[in-house]
């Protein structure tokens, strides 16, 4: 859109920013009380946020999300502002205080993605992602990378994890990271915390910002 794209040249040359996070919201605008879309006018907002890029990669620590989400194909990697589910497992992570993030599972207890972060695997060093036709986000990060190198999209099980030779985290503010320790219910496994295809992916993502 011309006037956004507007907004956010006039807002970079004022405030002088080589680099920043730009939040883009767009919801309906106007309308009667209820759910029926009664008229096409849209509002939207555009929020600034200080973007320092991340060139000192950490290994994380995962828990596991309790809650579980639904099964909605039509609104399945898409991320949108009625994510209720997402609301109340991103509280769960506020009581696992030894945890940077939670693995999140659907109704039938496969691996979807984190709280807040894309999930990869690498096994033989081949890239495998958790199907996401019926519910979750498809990220920037996820999608640059399946643009990028081979990935394999399938559904995955915990059992999948534990044969894993490691695990990955994306999302476009953090780049890839990989995971050190995931705690499950019972017991918890370490990870790689350096592999040669993390190296080479993190090296291509990071020459967008350089």
Known sequence: CESINKSIKNHADKQGLQSAIYKLTIFRAGGERGYQTNNKQVDWLLSVHPFVANKQQTTLQLG????????????????????????????ELLEQKDADDLLVMDFKGRLVETTFQNLVLISDNQ??????????????????????FEVTSKHLKIKDLERSDAIMVCNAIRGFRLVETIRFNKHSQSFLTKHPVHDKISTQWQLMFD
Request: charged residues 20%; contains cysteine.
């Open 64 to 91: 596991l999300a309790k809650n579980r989400l639904a099964k909605q194909p039509l609104l399945a990697g898409l991320k949108h502002i009625s994510r209720l589910e997402q609301v109340m497992i991103a509280n």
């Open 127 to 148: 890239l495998v992602t958790p199907q996401l036709k019926h519910c979750g986000v498809k990220g920037v990060a996820l999608s640059w990378l399946k643009s990028h």
